[in-house]
């Protein structure tokens, strides 16, 4: 399951929220074993985000957590369409958005633990 959490300083209605975690849904195909059924996303809105000193226009930073891809595969892909589409959502300039990607080692849905060293 990856994970993602997005912080964006500027605000979104439910309607625009709803269709960015669609399109990001499509976008996260692009890593092998993942699509939108089993992305789990969050969105902070109106977060105090600064850029290069600066906080004066939409800026959005997000973190992708993905369980078991250590070798980041589908990670580049991904980044391309989420920034475009992340820049369309929110009137940001693609300088204004920027990513974090964590393979995820041990991980807990529905009350099961997973552990990644247990399967390697």
Known sequence: MPF?????????????????????????????????????????REAGIYLRGRADRPIVYAELAVFANENGAGYAEFAATATQTICNAVGAAPGDVCFRFEDTLRWSAAGRYIDRRRFS
């Open 4 to 44: 993602l959490k997005i912080w964006a300083s500027p605000s979104l209605d439910t309607r625009a929220e709803d269709e960015l975690v669609r399109a990001l849904g499509e976008a996260i195909e692009a890593v092998p074993g993942r699509d939108e059924n089993s992305l789990l996303a969050v969105i902070e």
